[in-house]
């Protein structure tokens, strides 16, 4: 009988230490278990995003070279559109081509730095499109209210200073959060419940006390949303102020039809991104999201150059004069 106490004492003794050694290792890979087991969706999903990355990158990269070799796209909305678009191939080069190679090769591992370097940079050309959106719609702002002045006012000084900004307010942004997270520990599992690296899936996993940077995340996504939208509607509400009071229906219905491409854009952007960070805690609707994020990181980016380029006449007819090059140098 007091063998078997002093076995069952030593035995306690050896799980408590067991446990906190447990608890004091910290996980150095992670496994991405994606957006599905099933293998034949795999197979479907692995065509779908890697057409749709090839498509967007193409699309996004078009454009930055239309503006770049057309002498008529110029303007400040062309120089923006231009940062947008290499905003869009970074941003989803930051995720996909990674899942993409996960499942092809499947290999599921990824190492902490790598997971890191993947949030960082996922959230610092997300966080930046927000506030690129922002200028745009200070531009049509001026297009529509001060066109006398608009080449005054949006000179390249401006233009330039505008986007240097927008990196800068993104860096301010996700700094304070991703500092918070170098200090997380992951000791009761290392396999993510998605199928990039973000935040919420992170904490889920976390055995550390995760509350503080949930508010952190959460208050820092909050006030970026509300204030880039809130500079977004006021400069509509000013736009919109100016429009009724041109005389005839046909100026009217051109001033719209200026700020179409971007109004479309920016309610895909904002509506996905509203419904991801806006939420009790996260580690709660991790799966709910993935559908969410799949439109952030492969729709969204595919549809925004044929938003832009199917909606903007001059845009469209650089394109057509570029495709009159390239068969008339063929046919050479």
Same mark, same amino acid.
């Given at each position: 009988?007091? %063998?078997?106490k002093?076995?069952?004492n030593i035995?306690?003794?050896?799980?408590?230490?067991?446990?906190?050694?447990?608890?004091?290792?910290?996980?150095?890979?992670?496994?991405?278990?994606?957006l599905? @087991?099933?293998?034949?969706?795999?197979?479907l999903?692995?065509?779908?995003?890697?057409?749709t990355?090839?498509?967007s990158?193409?699309g996004?990269?078009?454009i930055i070279?239309?503006i770049?070799?057309d002498? @008529?796209?110029?303007?400040?909305?062309?120089?923006?559109?231009? @940062?947008?678009?290499f905003?869009?191939?970074?941003?989803?080069?930051?995720?996909?081509p990674?899942y993409?190679?996960?499942?092809?090769?499947?290999?599921k591992?990824?190492? %902490?730095?790598?997971?890191?370097?993947q949030?960082?940079?996922?959230?610092l050309?997300g966080?930046?499109?927000?506030f690129?959106?922002?200028?745009?719609?200070?531009?049509?702002?001026?297009a529509?209210?001060?066109?006398l @002045?608009?080449?005054?006012?949006?000179?390249?000084?401006?233009?330039?200073?505008?986007?240097l900004?927008c990196?800068?307010a993104a860096?301010?942004v996700i700094?304070?959060?991703l500092?918070?997270g170098?200090?997380?520990?992951?000791?009761d599992?290392?396999t993510?419940?998605?199928f990039?690296?973000?935040?919420?899936?992170?904490?889920?996993?976390?055995c550390s006390?995760?509350?503080?940077?949930?508010?952190?995340?959460?208050i820092?996504?909050?006030?970026?949303?509300?204030m880039?939208?809130?500079?977004?509607?006021?400069?509509?509400? %000013?736009?919109?102020?100016?429009?009724?009071?041109?005389?005839s229906?046909?100026?009217?219905?051109?001033?719209?039809?200026?700020?179409?491409?971007?109004?479309?854009?920016?309610?895909?952007?904002?509506?996905?991104?509203?419904?991801? %960070?806006?939420?009790?805690?996260?580690?709660?609707?991790?799966?709910?999201?993935k559908?969410v994020?799949?439109?952030?990181?492969?729709?969204?980016?595919?549809?925004?150059?044929?938003?832009?380029?199917l909606?903007?006449?001059?845009?469209?007819?650089?394109?057509?004069?570029?495709?009159?090059?390239?068969v008339?140098?063929?046919?050479?």
């Amino acid at each position: 009988m007091i %063998y078997n106490k002093i076995s069952l004492n030593i035995t306690c003794r050896f799980d408590r230490s067991q446990e906190s050694v447990m608890r004091n290792r910290t996980v150095t890979t992670f496994i991405l278990l994606g957006l599905t @087991h099933d293998p034949q969706l795999q197979v479907l999903v692995f065509v779908f995003l890697f057409f749709t990355y090839m498509l967007s990158g193409t699309g996004n990269l078009t454009i930055i070279m239309l503006i770049f070799l057309d002498s @008529h796209l110029k303007t400040a909305m062309d120089f923006f559109l231009q @940062h947008f678009s290499f905003l869009e191939i970074s941003f989803t080069s930051a995720c996909i081509p990674r899942y993409l190679y996960n499942m092809g090769t499947g290999n599921k591992l990824i190492t %902490y730095s790598a997971c890191a370097s993947q949030v960082f940079f996922t959230d610092l050309f997300g966080v930046t499109e927000f506030f690129l959106l922002d200028a745009m719609s200070y531009d049509r702002c001026v297009a529509i209210c001060k066109p006398l @002045h608009y080449v005054t006012i949006m000179n390249s000084t401006v233009c330039r200073r505008l986007v240097l900004c927008c990196w800068m307010a993104a860096l301010f942004v996700i700094i304070p959060p991703l500092s918070l997270g170098l200090n997380l520990e992951f000791c009761d599992s290392n396999t993510i419940d998605h199928f990039i690296y973000d935040a919420s899936p992170l904490l889920k996993i976390s055995c550390s006390n995760t509350w503080f940077m949930e508010q952190t995340v959460i208050i820092c996504a909050v006030l970026t949303l509300i204030m880039t939208l809130m500079c977004v509607i006021l400069s509509y509400i %000013y736009i919109i102020k100016t429009i009724l009071g041109f005389p005839s229906a046909q100026q009217k219905t051109k001033a719209f039809s200026t700020c179409s491409s971007h109004i479309i854009v920016v309610s895909i952007t904002y509506g996905s991104c509203i419904f991801i %960070y806006i939420k009790p805690s996260a580690k709660q609707s991790v799966a709910i999201n993935k559908g969410v994020t799949v439109l952030m990181t492969s729709i969204a980016p595919l549809l925004n150059p044929f938003i832009y380029t199917l909606r903007n006449k001059q845009v469209k007819q650089a394109f057509n004069n570029s495709i009159r090059r390239i068969v008339i140098f063929s046919k050479k």
